[in-house]
């Protein structure tokens, strides 16, 4: 945990080398392969993990026409908006704010952070991060950067083929997956002004949530969230950016997206 010390020092941090911020790399770097670009997107198909509740589906996709019989090759899909790696708009669980398509296109590119917190998840299924994760994250790396979006690394992506360990559903139908706290989402929101946060489960908040606090705080802020994103682990904690493109679906309450991060 952070010291009352650390917290009057971490100001300061913003202004000296010990958060030193790199600086973003070029669309030149990235279109010439000259900077590292990692995927942090799965592919869409039939065998991808969904939302286990009333109404949702797994995603579908049809063959309409082949090169072989047609001369074109084309397909028609359906999908609900929160499946695969997607983006969850904040008027996904706050009314008056902003849809997926009314996403100003500047927030979906942001520093990047990554917390690791496997080896809390690995004992525990039903670990949420904590604001002591976040405090620990600042000693190591500086202040967490304004207009970032916030990672949780839980190590959950190693189940994506298996749904059933995925969802991690017991008897009782309760799910098991890590999330966020409410305490750290507050003090992203409010003390560090983030763009949105993200997670490699199927929500960002844990579980056996009922009443999904994380979602409203976060959206009642008009910030996103990225749920069940991929290979962060092959990522850097900090020090890169991320680029995120969901589907502009007018008045959409979110859909699926391509998210990448760059770093030197």
């Keep these: 945990m952070m010291t009352s010390w650390q917290r ?94 009314q996403i100003r296109l500047e927030n979906l590119i942001a520093p990047l952070v990554v917390v690791d917190i496997q080896e809390a998840c690995r004992s525990n299924p039903d670990y949420r991060l904590t604001l002591g994760d976040l405090e620990s994250w600042e000693e190591q790396h500086g202040p ?14 190693q189940y994506w083929n298996d749904y059933d360990r995925y969802k991690n559903q017991d008897v009782s139908g309760q799910l098991h997956f890590p999330g966020f706290s ?17 997670i490699d489960t199927l929500s960002v908040d844990y579980g056996l949530s009922t009443d999904y606090p994380v979602h409203h705080i976060v959206n009642g802020t008009a910030a996103y969230h990225i749920e069940n994103a991929a290979n962060l682990d092959k990522v850097p904690l900090s020090r890169a950016w991320v680029i995120i493109a969901p589907i502009k679906i007018e008045k959409g309450s979110g859909g699926p997206a391509r998210v990448w991060v760059v770093f030197r």
Excluded: M
């Design 8 to 101: 009057l020092f971490l100001p300061f941090c913003l202004l000296t080398s010990c958060t030193a911020p790199q600086t973003p790399p070029t669309l030149a770097e990235i279109a010439s392969g000259q900077v590292e670009v990692v995927d942090l997107g799965y592919a869409l198909n039939e065998q991808n993990p969904y939302w286990p509740g009333e109404g949702y589906s797994p995603f579908h996709f049809e063959i309409l026409s082949t090169l072989e019989a047609d001369g074109v090759y084309s397909g028609a899909f359906s999908t609900a908006e929160h499946l695969g790696t997607h983006l969850d708009a904040p008027n996904h669980f706050e009314a008056g704010q902003p849809s997926v398509d």
């Design 182 to 198: 409410e305490g750290a989402a507050l003090f992203l929101v409010e003390e560090r002004e983030i763009k949105g946060i993200g």
């Design 144 to 157: 967490i950067p304004p207009g970032s979006v916030v990672f949780a690394l839980t190590g959950w992506g």
